[in-house]
């Protein structure tokens, strides 16, 4: 049987052996970080941008790179998938984006402070992750997908879709209707003004004013009514 | 209890459970969010709730731990403590650091880096309060009529979780880094020295409570204990996947972490074992039923249920998702809250000279404790199925599958209340242990 002194041996050489392997292998993932992270693109207001991420503790809610709490979505792809206009008014008034939905705490962010956040989210989006987050491989909306007209404006993605869904994509419980089939429901004219500020049209709607400008107003107008 | 010293462990223990009540109110303010009722926001969102709720996790265990190196020390060591004053006041500073941390989250006072939320101020007083223990343990094992393997571990142990608490105090620009050197905190305390701590415990008390040969308890620790950090340093890599760093982490990191269940393995193996071999039919049931039942859920919560999402094919699925939630909980209660409840179980009725531990209260505590925590388990585990399924395969909205599997919230909030009601009962149990006595001082009652 194992002597007493020959298990302090094991655990002493598995120790200093493993340890030593494992910080040849951290020096050379430090050399290797600056590649994989863009850290060339690495701003100063990137760097802002982190610690107010850190100082707000926005990690208490959500989780970043797949860390932090389980309460609100990932944000390392948020950047790519909403843009920037939605994160700052996202930033401005979380209420006024996702109405009735679960809550973020409303800060009093500067604008600087603001594109700060913007930029740091921009910069993790692009780091090389391995492959995370993993493509939904089971998505059954691509064909649905497929039966909408063609040269869907990204805005539709990056902001619409947080309250609205479209070929069995986006939110599906609201807060607002689904999109498929607007254009045989109202005219032109009336998206135009719909869109240009929902509370004129309608007073007391959720829908926000989105500040659009007009060309991509026009370039709305002309797919959602083709969506019949 | 043999030393007068010793005594000091009683209130690192009643800290440690003020902590513990602190840590499930804020749990339920948490289940209740994810439930739909977020009532509480305007004064405590979520993000106050969660850091509350973890840093206090962290803030009982360590308290437990140090008490626990304050009952055993002296014990094994056969001497007092060189300053028991000093003791008390590393007690009350580390009481008043706890306590300005946590009314610091009320007020958007932290870090933000999970589990290292205490701000950095803050973290300079962690560190000199810990010098004091480290002085204070190290000092009497020096000066010790005799050396075991249980004391050098558990000192080895505390020692490196101390060491371990610099990396998470580097300045980054980084979120890659920041994160790199996050993980050699929660990792390498968790994953390693958390568990010699952890093994030294256990292994005292199963040498007190079985009366196993303590030369056959003690080269088991080794084995253990060398398992650990075989598998466990390089395990770290399990976290190194998806976070920027270089893809062979896939390959060493899923190798080695899922080597890591092996030692907890050895652990419930050897406390079985040992509990048939041992001789001794100590009259203190419950603390050997909670080291036993420590030894046997922290292979399911940390060795099984981490072992589900280690491999990198299925973290990529999991990753950052309610899955994790799931492990950390099990894991957590089955290792480090039982070891700690199985030594204030063995040493309340020592300290205080009333003999509680076999009381109808103490019974129920520790089967709706424990049948409360695996349901709550169960509970996340659907939920983050669920949510993995539907959010990282079907890619529906995050917000849409929180909506979807708010059902399952109200499962672990009825589970939790199972779980609490044990809880209570442990807690009430303590305080109705009373305080420590100078008459039990040299007393082999219950020893
Ligand atoms: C009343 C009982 C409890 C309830 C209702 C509860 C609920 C929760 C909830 C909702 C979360 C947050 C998940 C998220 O980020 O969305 C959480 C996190 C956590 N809780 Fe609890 N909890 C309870 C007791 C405990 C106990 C007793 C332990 C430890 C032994 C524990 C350890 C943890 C840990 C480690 C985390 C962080 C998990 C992670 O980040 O993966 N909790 N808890
Ligand atoms: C008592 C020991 C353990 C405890 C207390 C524990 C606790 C935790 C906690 C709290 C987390 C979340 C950490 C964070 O996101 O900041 C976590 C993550 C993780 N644990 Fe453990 N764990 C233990 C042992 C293990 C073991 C032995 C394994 C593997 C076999 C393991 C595998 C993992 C993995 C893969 C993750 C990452 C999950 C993700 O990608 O989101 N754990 N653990
Ligand atoms: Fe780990």
Redesign the pocket.
């Given at each position: 049987m194992l002597s007493k002194k020959s298990a302090r041996t094991f655990f002493i050489a598995g120790t200093v052996i493993t340890f030593g392997c494992f910080i040849v292998l951290t020096i050379d993932t430090f050399k290797k970080i600056p590649a994989q992270t863009n850290q060339h693109n690495l701003s100063e207001s990137a760097i802002r941008g982190k610690h107010l991420f850190d100082q707000n503790n926005c990690m208490g809610c959500h989780t970043i790179m797949?860390?932090g709490a389980y309460y609100a979505p990932e944000l390392t792809k948020t950047y790519e998938k909403r843009g920037a206009k939605f994160i700052e008014m996202m930033l401005t008034d979380p209420e006024k984006m996702f109405p009735g939905k679960r809550k973020m705490v409303k800060y009093n962010f500067t604008a600087q402070e603001k594109q700060d956040l913007i930029a740091f989210l921009k910069w993790v989006g692009e780091i090389d992750l391995n492959g995370f987050p993993p493509k939904p491989d089971l998505q059954v909306s691509q064909q649905s997908v497929s039966n909408l007209p063609g040269n869907q404006p990204s805005i539709i993605q990056d902001m619409c879709m947080s309250c609205h869904s479209l070929g069995g994509q986006g939110s599906q419980e609201g807060p607002g209707p689904a999109l498929d089939g607007v254009g045989s429901k109202y005219g032109v004219e009336y998206l135009r003004r719909w869109l240009s500020n929902p509370e004129e049209v309608k007073p007391g709607t959720e829908m926000p004013n989105l500040e659009l400008d007009k060309e991509t107003i026009d370039e709305l107008v002309s797919y959602l009514s083709k969506l019949k | 209890m043999k030393y007068n010293s010793q005594k000091v462990a009683y209130w690192f223990f009643a800290l440690s459970m003020l902590l513990f009540g602190i840590q499930i109110t804020y749990g339920f303010i948490m289940g209740f969010a994810h439930m739909g009722f977020d009532v509480l926001h305007g004064w405590i969102p979520f993000n106050t709730a969660r850091a509350v709720h973890t840093n206090c996790l962290v803030m009982w265990l360590l308290s437990g731990f140090m008490g626990a190196a304050y009952f055993i020390i002296p014990d094994e060591c056969e001497r007092e403590l060189i300053n028991p004053k000093l003791a008390y006041v590393q007690l009350i500073s580390f009481a008043i650091v706890g306590v300005i941390a946590l009314i610091g989250f009320h007020f958007n006072w932290w870090e933000g880096r999970?589990?290292l939320e205490i701000p950095r101020p803050l973290d300079y007083l962690v560190v000199i309060n810990v010098l004091i223990f480290i002085y204070l343990i190290g000092g009497t094992i020096w000066k010790a009529k005799r050396y075991t393997t249980t004391s050098i571990v558990l000192f080895f142990g505390l020692l490196m979780a101390a060491l371990l608490y610099l990396p998470g105090m580097l300045n980054t620009v980084s979120q890659t880094v920041d994160s790199f050197w996050r993980w050699w905190v929660?990792h390498l305390w968790?994953?390693g020295v958390w568990e010699l701590i952890m093994g030294a415990i256990l292994s005292y008390l199963l040498i007190k409570l079985t009366g196993v040969d303590r030369e056959i308890a003690e080269k088991w620790l080794y084995v253990i204990v060398g398992f650990t950090f075989l598998s466990g340093i390089l395990?770290t890599g399990?976290?190194y996947y998806y976070i920027g760093t270089p893809k062979y982490w896939l390959i060493i990191g899923g190798v080695f972490?899922?080597l890591?269940?092996l030692a907890?393995l050895g652990m419930a193996i050897y406390a079985v074992k040992v509990k048939n071999l041992g001789e001794r039919n100590h009259p203190n049931k419950m603390a050997l039923a909670w080291s036993i039942g420590c030894a046997i859920l922290?292979f399911v919560?940390?060795?099984f249920l981490?072992?589900a999402?280690?491999l990198p094919q299925v973290?990529l699925y999991?990753?950052?998702?309610l899955v994790?939630a799931m492990?950390?909980h099990l894991?957590?209660w089955g290792?480090?809250a039982m070891i700690v409840i199985a030594l204030i179980t063995y040493a309340l009725p020592q300290l205080t000279g009333r003999k509680l531990h076999d009381s109808k209260l103490g019974v129920f505590a520790f089967w709706s404790a424990n049948i409360g925590m695996i349901m709550m388990t169960i509970a996340f585990g659907i939920a983050g199925v669920a949510q993995v399924y539907l959010e990282r395969k079907l890619g529906l909205e995050f917000l849409s599958v929180q909506s979807e599997i708010e059902v399952h919230f109200l499962g672990l909030v009825l589970a939790a209340l199972v779980f609490s009601s044990g809880c209570i009962a442990f807690i009430w149990n303590f305080v109705k242990h009373g305080m420590p006595r100078d008459t039990q001082i040299g007393s082999k009652v219950y020893e």
């Open positions: 797949g860390e | 999970k589990f929660v968790v994953e395990g399990h976290h972490s899922a890591e269940p907890f922290s919560g940390a060795g981490g072992f999402h280690t973290n999991t990753h950052g998702t994790t492990h950390g894991a957590f290792a480090y």
